[in-house]
Structures are given as structure tokens and as C-alpha cells.
T-cell receptor, first 114, second 113 residues
């Protein structure tokens, strides 16, 4: 059974550009959540999708957006990149809408904004 | 509001010894799940163990066990027989309904040969 796949693994972008990150969950999992990890702020929740619907959103500006497709793959987009957006972006995959006993993460996408 | 506290920024343990990583949490929800993850330098978060708030028994997964003390709101991870490959960051996390994680700040574990 394949794990959670995030692409690309590494990205270098220039300030002002936009970027799209992809997350393919474990087969059969319908929940995908996204997190930003930085040395200063730690792991922070961005948003969560279940069956193509965004159910929760963290405290991030509107430049951060996401979506989920019918095959449960999810993308997150960051527009007008800022230096502070440099981070490891992780997605997590779960099977149920609530009370999951397992949640698996991908290897992350390391974004560097220059 | 949910909060996870890990008070040990760094820990050292001798190879083959046991080590306990501390985690306390705060929530007003009666139902919650507690997780531990390992993050090596590669960045991937590796699922280690889960404890549900209504579980009567402490969770165990191989060399990992979770010392769950609900009244004290603590969920410490115990790693037995430490191995060099256990050197990594360890995160305690609580899952809120809606599959949203709250993470602690992590503990960096170094296993000494």
C-alpha cells in the first residue's frame, strides 16, 4: 500500500511568485490536512479537506488556499510569495471524518522563497 | 483551546537504555486522540503510536509505549531499548474533531553509542 506522496520535494521560488504543492493521500483515505513547519512557529495547521470540502482552516492569510479533487488528491496554492513562506509543508492523510486512530504524513515539500 | 506542551527541548540516552519523552496537554473536549510522531532530518513525520481519551489501557507498539495519565493530562512516550536510528525529533500531538492536529514544540532525542 503506497504511503502519502507529496510533490515536489523541493522548490525554490522568488518573492511575488505563486506556487502549487500536491498531496496524494493513502488509497481510500478521504481526509487531507496541511501543515506549515518553520523553526520559529513550529507546526501550524493550514486547512483540512474531506470529500472535496474544506472543513477547517487555520489562521493564515488568504494567499494560502487549497482544494481537493474527487480522487482525494489535494493541492495547496500560495500566491504572492513572501520570504516568510519559506517552510516545510506537510500533508496528512486520514480515513475517517473524525476520531481517527491513525494519520499518516508525507515526506513534505521544502519551499524556499528567495 | 487545545494546547500541547513538551518541556524537554533535547534529551540524550545511551544505546539500549529506555527513555521517556514528556507531553502534557490541555483540552476541554471529552473525546480526543493523542499521537506521537518521529521526524528524522529528512522531514517526514512517522506515526509511532496513538492513545484515545477513552482507552483504559496504555497503548503499545513494539518498543514504543504511551504512559497515559488522564487525570494529570499527560501522555508520555516511552522508548525501550534505544537504538541509534531513534535519534530524531519527536512530536506529541492532539487531534481535534475535523482531523486538525495541535502539535507540541518537539523533543530532540540523541542516542549515544
Amino acid at each position: 500500500k503506497a504511503g502519502v506522496t507529496q510533490t515536489p520535494r523541493y522548490l525554490i521560488k522568488t518573492r511575488g511568485q505563486q506556487v502549487t504543492l500536491s498531496c496524494s493521500p493513502i488509497s481510500g483515505h478521504r481526509s487531507v490536512s496541511w501543515y506549515q513547519q518553520t523553526p520559529g512557529q513550529g507546526l501550524q495547521f493550514l486547512f483540512e479537506y474531506f470529500s472535496e470540502t474544506q472543513r477547517n482552516k487555520g489562521n493564515f492569510p488568504g494567499r494560502f488556499s487549497g482544494r481537493q479533487f474527487s480522487n482525494s488528491r489535494s493541492e495547496m496554492n500560495v500566491s504572492t510569495l513572501e520570504l516568510g513562506d519559506s517552510a516545510l509543508y506537510l500533508c496528512a492523510s486520514s480515513s475517517r471524518p473524525a476520531e481517527n486512530t491513525e494519520a499518516f504524513f508525507g515526506q513534505g515539500t521544502r519551499l524556499t522563497v528567495v | 483551546a487545545q494546547k500541547i506542551t513538551q518541556t524537554q527541548p533535547g534529551m540524550f540516552v545511551q544505546e539500549k537504555e529506555a527513555v521517556t519523552l514528556d507531553c502534557t496537554y490541555d483540552t476541554s473536549d471529552p473525546s480526543y486522540g493523542l499521537f506521537w510522531y518521529k521526524q528524522p532530518s529528512s522531514g517526514e513525520m512517522i506515526f509511532l503510536i496513538y492513545q484515545g481519551s477513552y482507552d483504559q489501557q496504555n497503548a503499545t507498539e513494539g518498543r514504543y509505549s504511551l504512559n497515559f495519565q488522564k487525570a494529570r493530562k499527560s501522555a508520555n512516550l516511552v522508548i525501550s531499548a534505544s537504538q541509534l536510528g531513534d535519534s530524531a525529533m519527536y512530536f506529541c500531538a492532539m487531534m481535534k474533531p475535523g482531523n486538525q492536529f495541535y502539535f507540541g514544540t518537539g523533543t530532540s532525542l540523541t542516542v549515544i553509542p
